[in-house]
């Protein structure tokens, strides 16, 4: 089970720190990423970090969104600066293995950056 929290409103330019606390897996065998969402388009991959800590960002994302994970908490975070309108979507993670990269996923949360 993977539970998404940190969601909220900000203004444009602003931080947030988002959160998803793994249960039920062996946390630190997984990849983990984070996706978005927003109505009328597909779940982008937002950014992903390896077992090994190894991370990957869309170009969109890139030099603002920092993926880190803490195998000894079982928790994934995305600290998200300088936000902008178009940050906004729900936001999901999720955790895979080999050819599944996305065997899980958390409940969304919704980060909404006002202009």
């Known amino acids: 089970q993977l539970q998404a929290s940190g969601g909220g409103l900000v203004q444009t330019g602003g931080s947030l720190r988002l959160s998803c606390a793994a249960s039920?897996?062996?946390?630190?065998?997984?990849?983990m990423s984070w996706h978005r969402q927003t109505p009328g388009k597909q779940r982008e991959l937002v950014a992903t970090i390896s077992t090994g800590g190894n991370r990957k960002y869309a170009d969109s994302v890139k030099g603002r969104f920092t993926i880190t994970r803490d195998n000894a908490e079982n928790t994934v975070y995305l600290q998200m600066n300088s936000l902008k309108p178009e940050d906004t979507a729900v936001y999901y993670c999720a955790a895979g293995r080999g050819s599944y990269p996305t065997q899980f996923w958390g409940q969304g949360t919704l980060v909404t950056v006002s202009s």
């Open positions: 039920g897996i062996i946390f630190r065998n997984y990849v």
